[in-house]
């Protein structure tokens, strides 16, 4: 794009988190926006998305609860040279969960993953401690945010503006299989796995998606089966991108897992949000929506009134039930997680990739980490640890080599691609909250409540893999359920009737 988009959603800036970053500030100019990705900047200079050839448009791949018809969303559509939204698949094989009357097939399409009170009586379900609840429409939340349809007037804008995006269902009722996500992993970037599946994977007639976004996790250590298909796809030019969590303590899985870009989440100051998990095992960090309480929210920290921000605004639908054949849902919502924030970095690398195809996700790494903002500062906020979990301070030790920058990240592509590596420069310097007189009061407002956001971690868990110590959340089994099920906050906006989907227990059907 050459200029800011036309969605009517940000222009009148529901989304605050694709709006100018501050990082070019200095002295005392505003730091309400510090923490954004700085899209903005990015869509104006660096990236013309619209003007690439789709068939020259890296594919990413949303693992997640399925596709969902939606108005701001590009339908399917087989034909690969005019398609956004390319087939993807269905991989839940367990029927009894699966919400459609079958297990793995062709139709990628979320049912809803709602729980009804016969269901929750089962004894499959009583054993999971998976109760009475609505659809989470989980996977549209996160293709919106990669993909809603840019520049035509109405709804919000997606990251990317001329997107090519593989939905793929492998998420239930309940949560998923670990062999489903498997399965999907290595279907998506047409890999042959080198370890032994459940089922033989069926043929895939996408081209190559290069981006794997996994908005997820489970509080297991990594394991073998999720490293070993990681490696598979790094040794195949295929980025994974995973969310930490959401317990405010260590990073779970596979976010924990080597080779992952593994993405925190940070409010609109730019501090940790007061759910995310953190420590050494994260890449980098981004926005991933930080509320205040309200709404029935309950995870907000003691500083929520004053710290916390409205969150993310990106699609949704507005009942249990997908939309019937030929309709479309036209609902968005206000979502907060690391679900969120792992979208953002996918669509950033995609978009790092379209410039500089032959990058390898060693390169993404590299240039993420050399691209990042400084994570910000402040005299009057402790630092993140197990001590201080909730809002906080990051530092590359917790919370990766610091904030998505969409703009550099893209510049630093195009140098790489020019054979010009050794000229960049990143001109961002850490910028100090406190230098804003508006920010100052708002931290001096919160710490008058408290002097911390949270209390300490109460159990503190050996991590695996040089994160931080767990603070216990995040469910057992080998797997956790979706990460915007482990907060409470989803509420609808363009519906007359706000609604709220109570946090679902992380839960695992079958342990590996």
């Known amino acids: 794009m050459s200029a800011a988009p036309n969605d009517a959603q940000y222009l009148n800036n529901s989304q605050w988190w694709a709006s100018a970053s501050t990082s070019a500030s200095s002295g005392s100019g505003t730091r309400q926006n510090a923490g954004v990705p700085n899209l903005t900047r990015a869509w104006t200079t660096e990236y013309n998305g619209a003007s690439t050839a789709l068939a020259s448009v890296t594919p990413v ?12 969303l590009y339908p399917r559509d087989t034909n690969q040279a005019t398609s956004h939204a390319l087939p993807g698949h269905d991989f839940v094989a367990d029927a009894q969960f699966a919400g459609d009357s079958g297990g793995r097939d062709s139709d990628e399409s979320d049912p809803g993953d709602f729980v009804s009170p016969s269901e929750a009586s089962q004894a499959a379900f009583r054993q999971l401690g998976c109760g009475v609840q609505d659809s989470s429409w989980h996977g549209l939340a996160i293709e919106g945010i990669l993909g809603a349809r840019t520049n035509n007037s109405s709804g919000m804008a997606g990251i990317h503006a001329n997107p090519r995006i593989v939905a793929v269902r492998v998420a239930g009722k309940c949560g998923a299989d ?20 459940d089922a033989s994977l069926p043929s895939n007639p996408n081209p190559r998606a290069r981006v794997v976004n996994i908005s997820f996790g489970g509080s297991e250590s990594c394991g073998l089966g999720y490293q070993t298909a990681v490696n598979d796809l790094k040794n195949n030019g295929v980025v994974v991108v995973a969310s930490a969590g959401n317990e405010h303590g260590a990073v779970s899985r596979p976010a924990s897992c080597q080779n992952v870009v593994a993405v925190a989440a940070l409010n609109r100051l730019g501090l940790k949000s007061t759910y995310s998990n953190f420590g050494a095992a994260v890449t980098i960090s981004t926005v991933g929506g930080d509320p205040g309480p309200g709404a029935g929210y309950t995870d907000a920290g003691v500083w929520g009134s004053a710290l916390g921000d409205d969150g993310i605004f990106t699609t949704s639908h507005n009942t249990n039930s997908a939309p019937s054949l030929g309709t479309s849902s036209n609902s968005y919502a206000i979502y907060a997680g690391t679900s969120f924030s792992a979208p953002m970095v996918a669509g950033v690398i995609g978009m790092m990739l379209d410039v500089a195809p032959s990058l390898s996700v060693d390169d993404v790494f590299r240039g993420l980490r050399a691209s990042a903002r400084p994570h910000v500062t402040s005299t009057l906020i402790g630092q993140c640890s197990n001590d201080n979990p909730g809002r906080c301070m990051c530092t590359t030790s917790t919370c990766g080599a610091g904030m998505l920058d969409a703009y550099e990240a893209l510049r630093w592509a195009r140098l790489v691609r020019d054979g010009q590596e050794g000229a960049y420069t990143n001109p961002a310097t850490a910028q100090v909250l406190e230098a804003d007189p508006l920010v100052e009061t708002r931290i001096r407002q919160a710490l008058a409540m408290s002097s911390k956001d949270r209390v300490a971690n109460n159990q503190q868990t050996p991590a695996t893999t040089g994160a931080t110590a767990s603070a216990g959340g995040g469910g057992g089994g080998a797997f956790g359920g979706l990460w915007v099920l482990a907060l409470a906050l989803m509420a609808a906006v363009r519906q007359a009737w706000p609604r709220l989907l109570r946090a679902r227990s992380s839960v695992r059907r079958a342990l590996v």
């Not at 791949?61 to 701001?72: C, K, N």
């Not at 670990?178 to 599946?197: H, R």
């Open 61 to 72: 791949a949303v693992l997640d609860t399925g596709r969902v018809a939606h108005d701001d």
């Open 178 to 197: 670990l062999d489903d996500i498997l399965s999907a992993m290595y279907w998506v970037a047409k890999v042959n796995p080198s370890q032994s599946l």
